[in-house]
């Protein structure tokens, strides 16, 4: 199952990673947690994983009733994703690249 963290602040800041996951787990997720919009931090939002580039992501959210943007300047920088993915890696995660969903104000 897809894990997202808890709010990070009092607007109601989530993160969310795909890896594992489909993306009719990551929808789930999404909406079990009432995110109104999803903020896609990924340099090249393309992907191998059916449904996680950016038209089929948009889309699929849209469906959910999720907004979606792509906001690369968010993301984390080409040497901390190469330290991310096992090159002199951090052992917290904080230099991985995250997705970021804002929860809905309504409801």
Not at 27 to 32: I, M
Not at 34 to 43: P, T, Y
């Amino acid at each position: 199952m897809c894990r997202q963290s808890s709010p990070i602040n009092d607007h109601g800041l989530l993160t969310i990673g795909y890896e594992g996951c489909t993306i009719d787990n990551v929808l789930a997720a999404l909406r079990e947690a009432r995110v109104g919009l999803l903020i896609d931090v990924r340099a090249v939002p393309q992907s191998r994983k059916p449904g996680f580039s950016k038209r089929q992501l948009a889309a699929g959210l849209d469906e959910k009733g999720i907004d979606y943007l792509h906001l690369q300047g968010l993301g984390t920088p080409k040497p901390g994703r190469e330290r991310g993915a096992g090159r002199a890696s951090r052992t917290d995660g904080a230099d991985l690249p995250r997705t970021h969903a804002l929860r809905s104000r309504a409801g």
